[in-house]
Nanobody, 116 residues
Framework: QVQLVESGGGLVQPGGSLRLSCTASETIFTFEMGWFRQPPGKERELVAVITGAGRTNYADSVKGRFSISRDNFKKAVYLQMNSLKPEDTAVYYC???????????WGQGTQVTVSS
């Protein structure tokens, strides 16, 4: 149903910044949106979430460095990543969840590599 496409990943030096984008094929006004990541050989983990009302939550490991935002008019969600560290290296996935968790959609993922 809802297609999610991530973009903006790439190679960046430690201390650098990247901005990830997630564009949805349908309106997401009422959806809770989130970013997850999966480091090599590890489980997928929550990075940040933003509700339809704009409330945000972050993993402790990224607090103060990452910022999630949404633009419902553009049907997009963003993840601004600053002060990147090598341990931030992972495939980053966009997630959309409909009200009451009735539907969950995932993007294909975008690679973020932090290395000198």
């Amino acid at each position: 149903q809802v297609q999610l496409v991530e973009s903006g990943g790439g190679l960046v030096q430690p201390g650098g910044s990247l901005r990830l984008s997630c564009t949805a094929s349908e309106t997401i006004f009422t959806f809770e949106m989130g970013w997850f990541r999966q480091p090599p050989g590890k489980e997928r983990e929550l990075v940040a979430v933003i509700t339809g009302a704009g409330r945000t939550n972050y993993a402790d490991s990224v607090k103060g460095r990452f910022s999630i935002s949404r633009d419902n008019f553009k049907k997009a969600v963003y993840l601004q990543m600053n002060s990147l560290k090598p341990e931030d290296t992972a495939v980053y996935y966009c997630k959309a969840e409909s009200p009451y968790g009735r539907r969950v959609y995932w993007g294909q993922g975008t690679q973020v590599t932090v290395s000198s």
